[in-house]
């Protein structure tokens, strides 16, 4: 649960980037360049969201097993 909570802020703050680029750089708006920084965000997304499933689930440091 706390993984989809995490994702849905993470696709608002990833769609803002990714507009905040297509407007500052207009080629990046259509065509080939558009697809290519869609997939390079989604890439750090998913790799973002694999990192906090990583570390919600390490034991906090100090404890035993």
């Known amino acids: 649960v706390l ?4 994702a849905v802020p993470l696709a608002i703050l990833a769609n803002a980037v990714r507009v905040a680029a297509s407007a500052a750089v207009p080629t990046l708006a259509e065509g080939t360049p558009h697809e290519v920084i869609g997939l390079v965000i989604f890439v750090m997304c998913l790799g973002a969201l694999m990192l906090c499933a990583k570390w919600f689930n390490s034991p906090p440091k100090g404890a035993h097993a």
């Open 3 to 6: 993984m989809a909570v995490l």
